[in-house]
């Protein structure tokens, strides 16, 4: 059984959900801008009412009487979109840093952003409703609605790298560090998940997940019996009355528990500890940022519905760098997370039970290296097999031997030589052995032929991206070539190669 469903069934045998991380895994921004909404059903460019801001007591709200007109729409989105300018002002303040550059081994200084903007929404699907958004205002005409969905274009994008926190759905933040006795697909219920995590006083979680679920939905799509009953005869009386009162009451009422559900969420994450890889990840999201504004101000900024070819290797190949480090950190920062790989064995604790740093074997050229020898005594048998690598720290080490009790180790790795010995731990003392060694950079070279899902049918030109492989796109590409094959190497400046900045130099060494 895995430790996900056996915190799952503790969930439901307490009725009350259990703490998954005992990390807050994502950085939560001092002053987020939340956004909350409706819009009608089957029209996503057709907003209702908007609850948005950076103040938890005095939000916006933002009303279309008619969303079919688009006058109306424009006029409505049109304050939406300078206060978001507003709120992207704060984050124009740059520092300079030093950056290795070319082959690493040379230093340069660049500009980055202090900070970088925060959205936190409540669900999945209004984070996809701001991609939305984002496509539908940069096509239009108007310079602050294209500027604004520029932003949200940039803002959307940040969600699809693992580790990412500009763009936040409160249903993920919290299913990240609790788990819950219900079906994952009721997880993304903002306010079943709250009931789970914090049931009131005097009522358990079975009873609040029922009451939350008869609640108003937290957006963008609307019930419809709310839509029916309470909706559409808002919105009659504006149209023929020209009076908004009863809209805006109504969509007041209705959004009002969605924003209060989205900062309980972002409360419950603020009050555990950051994770230590979370700075770093968030450096990132700040360096993306940076160049995402010099290509607003340039005016060189571009969004492409669909990469090929090689922007989409180079995509994907990110993807799969950023999900492998994300987990990496995440065990190495939390004991709870840990505890995942303990349970299936691929990680083991237990004490030092004796040492031997003299230990020396002779290597393919026939000297003699020093590679000590640890004792572990674990509290249950350790079934995999000899040769299994794994690490403490920065400390690496392969399984030579194991039995009910004991696993023999040596160490092959970042303390075989004499001055290092010092890194080894001490007899008797605790410590988890995990599989998780110094994060490795995987460039991401070229094949002499891409892989059939990134190809595309005819030749397309292979737009750079920037330095975080985000969608957005912003300069031409070489000449085409013959669909699969990869273009001739071109020279990339520096600041444009992707680089995890997900690492921190030294691994916490201890228990954890």
């Not at 460019?45 to 006058?71: H, M, N």
């Not at 009522?203 to 937290?218: F, G």
């Not at 023929?240 to 419950?268: F, I």
């Not at 026939?366 to 403490?392: C, I, N, Y």
Request: charge should be negative.
């Amino acid at each position: 059984m895995s430790l996900d469903v056996y915190q799952r069934l503790l969930a439901l045998s307490q009725a009350r959900a259990v703490p998954a991380a005992s990390r807050a895994h994502r950085h939560l921004s001092p002053r987020p801008w939340l956004l909350t909404g409706y819009h009608l059903a089957g029209e996503p460019s057709a907003p209702v009412a908007i609850r948005y801001g950076s103040f938890r007591d005095s939000p916006k709200l933002l009303t279309v009487a008619e969303p079919r007109d688009r006058a109306l729409r424009f006029a409505a989105l049109g304050g939406l979109a300078r206060d978001l300018a507003t709120y992207l002002s704060r984050y124009t303040v740059t520092e300079p840093v030093v950056r290795a550059t070319g082959n690493g081994r040379e230093l340069d200084v660049d500009q980055c952003c202090v900070d970088a903007p925060q959205i936190v929404v409540p669900n999945e699907a209004t984070a996809h409703w701001v991609g939305l958004l984002g496509q539908y205002l940069r096509t239009l005409d108007d310079p602050v609605l294209a500027a604004a969905g520029a932003h949200l274009g940039w803002i959307a994008s940040r969600r699809h790298l693992p580790g990412s926190s500009v763009l936040l759905t409160a249903t993920d933040l919290l299913t990240t560090h609790w788990r819950t006795g219900q079906l994952p697909t009721e997880d993304g219920h903002l306010g079943r998940l709250l009931a789970w995590i914090e049931p009131p006083a005097g009522s358990d979680a079975w009873q609040a997940a029922r009451d939350a679920e008869a609640m108003p939905p937290a957006g963008p799509a609307s019930d419809p019996s709310w839509d029916q009953v309470v909706l559409r005869p808002a919105l009659e009386r504006a149209k023929e009355q020209g009076d908004v009162r009863r809209l805006k009451l109504a969509a007041a009422e209705v959004l009002g528990g969605a924003w209060r559900d989205t900062w309980a969420a972002v409360d419950l994450v603020r009050m555990l500890p950051p994770g230590e890889h979370v700075a770093k990840r968030w450096e990132s999201d700040r360096w993306s940022w940076t160049r995402h504004r010099e290509r607003v101000l340039a005016g060189t900024v571009s969004f492409s519905a669909r990469l090929s070819d090689v922007p989409a290797y180079r995509f994907l190949h990110e993807l799969e760098t950023r999900t492998a480090a994300l987990e990496r950190q995440m065990a190495l920062d939390d004991p709870l997370v840990m505890a995942r790989y303990l349970a299936t064995g691929e990680a083991v604790a237990g004490v030092v039970i004796k040492r031997d740093p003299e230990h020396t074997v002779v290597n393919s050229g026939g000297r003699s290296v020093l590679r000590p020898l640890l004792w572990v005594r674990t509290p249950a048998a350790f079934d995999r097999p000899a040769g299994t690598e794994l690490w403490w720290g920065k400390v690496g080490m392969v399984v030579r031997a194991a039995t009910d009790d004991t696993v023999e180790l040596m160490v092959t790795s970042g303390a075989v030589t004499r001055p290092k010995l010092g890194l080894l731990p001490d007899a008797d003392a605790e410590i988890v052995l995990a599989p998780f060694g110094p994060l490795q950079y995987f460039p991401d070279n070229l094949p002499d032929e891409l892989p059939w899902p990134t190809r595309s049918s005819r030749p397309a030109p292979a737009p750079e991206q920037d330095d975080d492989l985000d969608t957005d796109l912003d300069s031409a590409a070489p000449a085409a070539t013959a669909p699969g094959r990869v273009p001739e190497p071109r020279a990339v400046p520096a600041e444009d190669v992707a680089a995890p900045a997900t690492a921190a130099p030294d691994e916490p060494r201890g228990l954890w």
